[in-house]
Nanobody
């Protein structure tokens, strides 16, 4: 099983940008599609973006499409989430997760990181 560790969260003003990283160890990283999810206080964890094993395909939630970009570097065993034009509504704990195939459903992911906090001030 792969282990995942997120980093890169922080406090940013509305309109700013951040890049999250998720470093993987353990199993072969390129065996997994990788997703990003987020969870705001009092809300359910929601899908943000997913990238295929090779990195050739991506899919985004409507609320972030055009503002967020997911990418991966299989040589570095790392997946990234580049976020621009951040809004206060983007405030949440962001999690990366691994799945056997691309999916927007959290129940399809069997391995999760510990999360990194992103706070966007107005």
């Amino acid at each position: 099983q792969v282990q995942l560790v997120e980093s890169g969260g922080g406090l940013v003003q509305a309109g700013g940008s951040l890049r999250l990283s998720c470093a993987a160890s353990g199993r072969i990283f390129s065996d997994y599609a990788m997703g990003w999810f987020r969870q705001a206080p009092g809300k359910e964890r929601e899908f943000v973006a997913v990238i295929s094993r090779s990195g050739s395909d991506t899919y985004y939630a409507g609320s972030v499409k055009g503002r967020f970009a997911i990418s991966r570097d299989n040589a570095k065993n790392t997946v990234y989430l580049h976020m621009v034009t951040l809004k206060p509504a983007d405030t949440a704990v962001y999690y990366c997760a691994a799945a056997s195939a691309m999916s927007a459903r959290r129940h399809d992911y069997n391995t999760w990181g510990q999360g990194t906090q992103v706070t966007v001030s107005s």
